[in-house]
């Protein structure tokens, strides 16, 4: 069966380093998004990407983030600065359509460690 | 605005009782209510949804839920518990915002 992938599994970086959290969605979905889990929290949701454009974000994706599908596998989500409340488990996920019923496919997420 | 509440943070049962999670949601438009379960180090995978129609959904592994308008709940449940049903169980809402918004999740513990 078709799965969403999602590397590395875990990162640990610095205080105000760059990173970039890398997914393979299901090949034949177009619409990809970003949700994001700090410890003890509920699962909140970043960013939706359609055909090469942010369709929906929330107030927590302001301009330290940025998403980009760089080829025709690959879609990231780049945190520029990192800050210590930047901690928590990143899922990736994916879906055929834009519908309200369509099922959103997730990774096993990236738990981002920031120091 | 758009909100999902579980009740139980941490659910214990014996194996073979019944599995009752709680879920109530908040959505000023109708909502689409979905149960996804995570097993360690992996990801949310779907157990069920309700989209239109019938309230009793059927889902994967024996798992079944029922959406009460009335009462704005879509609990979720299962005859008989078994040991690999030991997951987190997140219930979810997507409304007037396509996104999922999420309950806070309810760890399931079966004991033998």
Redesign the interface.
């Known amino acids: 069966e078709p799965?969403?992938t999602?590397t590395p599994?875990h990162q640990v970086t610095q205080m105000g380093q760059e990173v970039i959290l890398r997914c393979v969605p299901i090949s034949n979905h177009l619409y990809f998004?970003w949700?994001r889990q700090i410890l003890g929290?509920?699962?909140?949701?970043l960013v939706?990407f359609y055909n090469n454009e942010i369709?929906?974000k929330?107030e927590i994706f302001d301009d330290q983030f940025s998403v980009e599908r760089p080829d025709g596998s690959n879609f990231t989500l780049k945190i520029r600065s990192t800050k210590l409340e930047d901690s928590a488990m990143y899922?990736c996920?994916s879906s055929q359509s834009?519908s309200?019923?369509d099922?959103?496919?997730?990774?096993?997420?990236t738990r981002l460690t920031v120091l | 605005a758009q909100s999902v509440t579980q009740l139980g943070s941490h659910v214990s049962v014996s194996e073979g009782a019944l599995v009752l999670l709680r879920c109530n949601y908040s959505s000023s438009v109708p909502p689409y209510l979905f149960w996804y379960v995570q097993y360690p180090n992996q990801g949310l995978q779907l157990l069920l949804k309700y989209t239109t129609g019938a309230t009793l959904v059927k889902g994967i592994n024996g798992f079944e839920a029922e959406f009460k308008k009335s009462e704005t709940s879509f609990h979720l449940t299962k005859p008989s518990a078994h040991m690999s049903d030991a997951a987190e169980y997140f219930c979810a809402l997507s409304g007037s915002a396509r996104q999922l918004t999420f309950g806070s999740g309810t760890q399931l513990t079966v004991l033998p």
Do not use: N
Request: proline residues 4%; glycine residues 8%.
């Open positions: 799965e969403v999602q599994s998004y949700y929290q509920k699962v909140e949701f939706s369709s929906e929330s899922f996920a834009d309200h019923t099922t959103q496919y997730f990774g096993p997420g």
